[in-house]
């Protein structure tokens, strides 16, 4: 259902560094891009992430209520993201935890670029 998701970023530089180890540790890569927009995933016909700089050149503005989700695969997963955004520049927003016992595990950080992200597990009820 989800094709990509776009998130702004004011230093393409640092975000470049910041997503290509991150991301590196679920097995996604930079597939494809150009000077102001990067695409990640783990192949063309699966769902991907893309960091940019406005289009209109004007300043990115992060949204409220604005996220991405990034699976984890198991809890170990999730918390070694979390540790890992946090090692890159990312700010603390809700450490590793349940959310919903049973069916939730989520940890919560803002990348650099104040861009809120999700690392989660999410198992059946």
Do not use: W
Request: hydrophobic fraction near 40%.
């Amino acid at each position: 259902m989800l094709g990509y998701a776009t998130i702004g970023t004011k230093d393409m530089d640092r975000a470049v560094a910041f997503y290509d180890a991150l991301l590196g540790e679920v097995g996604a890569s930079q597939l494809f891009g150009m000077d102001r927009i990067k695409f990640y995933g783990t192949s063309m016909d699966a769902a991907m992430l893309a960091i940019c700089i406005p289009y209109n050149e004007e300043p990115h503005q992060p949204g409220n209520g604005n996220m991405v989700a990034i699976p984890g695969g198991d809890k170990a997963g999730v918390d070694k993201l979390y540790a890992k955004a946090l090692e890159l520049g990312a700010t603390d927003d809700g450490a590793p935890g349940e959310r919903i016992p049973g069916v939730f595990y989520g940890a919560y950080v803002f990348d650099p670029d104040g861009n809120k992200l999700c690392f989660f597990e999410m198992t059946p009820g």
